[in-house]
């Protein structure tokens, strides 16, 4: 058992790649079929971007950010992560969190502070984590490592499409700008940049569905023998 709880002997596959790239989706049904754990990393970025836009903090304030995120006690019983004993926010699915969870999570005592509990989430049998730096910083020695990327109108078409089915209407040029915008702060930030790693398959996902998007990656679990 390592110090920070997780258990290194446990398989971990990673999902990275940018926003709307499909990375959560397809990690949770990877975890579906194989009965892992999913952790959606991103999720706990929005939590703390959405807990820090609650109490009105600036998100500049770095040290009151990465105290804030240290004290959050995140639960991950649920299909979506949430933080125990906190009054509900903003929605972290929003647009405005998103943006806010991509400003503060280009602070490296931020993330230094919610690494231990990402890495606390490799359990037995298993566990598929997504996000940015799952393969290049958060498990490093993952046997699998999928960069799944897709052009950003096909991203924002998506983000457009998720956002719809809940009701909340974000137009595409809005949507376009945003992805380009979280795309370059993103990649272009010091700590953890969203990039592939160096062992990861690259999946592009442009032109493909759900359903060939998943067949490819099960394929690489088959072949990596990680379904036994
Ligand atoms: O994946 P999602 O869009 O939910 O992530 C929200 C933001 O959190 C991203 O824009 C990114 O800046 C940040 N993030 C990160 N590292 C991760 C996951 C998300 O920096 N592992």
Request: net charge negative; aromatic share 4%.
């Amino acid at each position: 058992m390592a110090p920070d709880g997780g258990d290194p002997a446990a398989p971990v596959i990673c999902v990275d790649g940018p926003g709307g790239s499909g990375k959560s989706t397809l990690a949770a049904l990877l975890a579906d079929s194989l009965q892992w754990r999913h952790l959606d990393s991103g999720a706990l970025y929005r939590l703390v971007a959405a807990a820090a836009l609650e109490r009105g903090m600036s998100l500049e304030d770095r040290e009151a950010l990465a105290g804030l995120a240290a004290r959050l006690d995140f639960r991950f019983e649920d299909a979506d992560p949430a933080v125990s004993g906190e009054a509900p926010g903003p929605d972290i699915r929003s647009e405005p969190v998103g943006a806010a969870a991509s400003t503060i999570a280009a602070y490296p005592e931020l993330r230094s502070a919610i690494l231990s509990r990402q890495r606390a989430a490799r359990r037995p049998p298993g566990l598929v984590a997504d996000g940015r730096d799952m393969g290049t910083v958060v498990f490093p020695d993952a046997p699998l490592k999928i960069y799944l990327d897709a052009n950003p109108e096909v991203r924002a078409e998506r983000r457009n499409k998720q956002l719809k089915n809940k009701g909340l209407n974000v137009s595409f040029r809005a949507l376009l700008v945003g992805i380009h915008e979280r795309d370059a702060r993103d990649r272009e930030r010091a700590a953890a940049p969203l990039k592939p790693a160096g062992d990861a398959v690259v999946i592009d996902s442009t032109a493909m569905n759900l359903d060939e998007v998943l067949g490819q990656a099960l394929a690489l679990v088959r072949e990596r023998g990680l379904d036994r």
